[in-house]
């Protein structure tokens, strides 16, 4: 069992950054791939972002490469997402999320592989 918090979500200019942290409390946090969701107004949950078990991997969504980065700590059991040159279209509520990988590196994408789930932080972009 794994449970998620996230936090740093606040109201950013256009332009700017923003890290988001996910903290998880459990066992095994290390053996989990970690993602990044996020659900905008009025749309359905789409991914962001995700980073294997050992870091070694990553995946992003088009719309965010480039611009968003992806890290973890095993030692401290947190995952994050760096958010640079942020855009309106960025504002969401942003899960982070943990699949059991089973020590492969292969990066799941979509929600339905990841058993555990953040309540969310929201991110709003405006000027």
């Known amino acids: 069992q794994v449970q998620l918090v996230e936090s740093g979500g606040g109201l950013v200019q256009p332009g700017g950054s923003l890290r988001l942290s996910c903290a998880a409390s459990?066992?095994?946090?290390?053996?989990?791939?970690m993602g990044w969701f996020r659900q905008r107004p009025g749309k359905e949950r789409e991914f962001v972002a995700a980073?294997?078990?050992?870091?070694?991997?990553?995946y992003f969504q088009d719309s965010v490469k480039g611009r968003f980065a992806i890290s973890r700590d095993n030692a401290k059991n947190m995952a994050y997402l760096q958010m640079n040159s942020l855009k309106p279209e960025d504002t969401a509520v942003y899960h982070c999320?943990?699949?059991?990988?089973?020590?492969?590196?292969?990066?799941?994408?979509?929600?339905?592989?990841?058993?555990?789930w953040g309540q969310g932080t929201q991110v709003t972009v405006s000027s």
């Open positions: 980073i294997s078990w050992s870091g070694g991997s990553t």
């Open positions: 459990g066992r095994a946090f290390s053996s989990y791939a």
């Open positions: 999320a943990a699949a059991d990988q089973d020590g492969k590196e292969e990066i799941p994408l979509y929600s339905y592989q990841y058993a555990y």
